[in-house]
């Protein structure tokens, strides 16, 4: 889809986002977001096993169907446990992107 590296989120209920090193052109967030939102969508209804190791620096990295990236603390341990997720915004954030998301809780 596109060169994007993983920067740092915030995972917090009042404006989750993960944000990249790199840009999505103005001209294509649009297509992006539905695309993200068809892809996180179709990644729950496979649910795909989440797990968690140390690599050999002894750093818990995350792995979700063959995707590895640094465990940022609380996890999934199946996609399916997410009930509903909503990509909702990507913006440029000074050199990096941003991309927002709205998560649905199993209570709503």
Known sequence: MMDLIPSKGYHFPDGPYVEYIGNVAAEKR???????????ERLIQEAIP????KNEKGDRMVNVGGTECACGGTHVKNTADIVGITITRIKKSKK??????LLTHCDE
Do not use: F, P, T
């Open 30 to 40: 649009d297509d992006v977001l539905r695309q993200l939102n068809k892809e996180a």
């Open 50 to 53: 989440v797990i968690v190791a």
């Open 96 to 101: 990096n992107v941003r991309i927002s998301y």
